[in-house]
Nanobody
Framework: QVQLVESGGGLAQAGGSLRLSCEASGFAIRDYPMSWYRQAPGKGRELVATITTAGGIINGLESVKGRFTISRDNAKNTVYLQMNSLKPEDMAVYYC?????????WGQGTQVTVSS
């Protein structure tokens, strides 16, 4: 059974940092591309970044380049999103995603709130 459990969200001040974690179970993250998405109130879900099986990184948002970094620890079966220099516009629910055999799996999401 595939499960994705996010953690690490919360309240941060503008300019601050948070690190999100996504612990996976039921499959090995090293075998599939893993992504972080976010959804702000009233907006659609948007891709933040993807880490490929080869460790390559695809940035989905120009606005987070140089500030957000996706990474993974295969031994812990966990994907991370390090978010630095947070801005109020980064406020959203952040979701972990795994695509296995063309099926998308999602975590429950973790709220990130940024105060100005």
């Amino acid at each position: 059974q595939v499960q994705l459990v996010e953690s690490g969200g919360g309240l941060a001040q503008a300019g601050g940092s948070l690190r999100l974690s996504c612990e996976a179970s039921g499959f090995a993250i090293r075998d599939y591309p893993m992504s972080w998405y976010r959804q702000a109130p009233g907006k659609g879900r948007e891709l933040v970044a993807t880490i490929t099986t080869a460790g390559g990184i695809i940035n989905g948002l120009e606005s987070v380049k140089g500030r957000f970094t996706i990474s993974r620890d295969n031994a812990k079966n966990t994907v991370y999103l390090q978010m630095n220099s947070l801005k109020p516009e980064d406020m959203a629910v952040y979701y972990c995603n795994a695509k296995l055999f063309r099926v998308n799996y999602w975590g429950q999401g973790t709220q990130v709130t940024v105060s100005s």
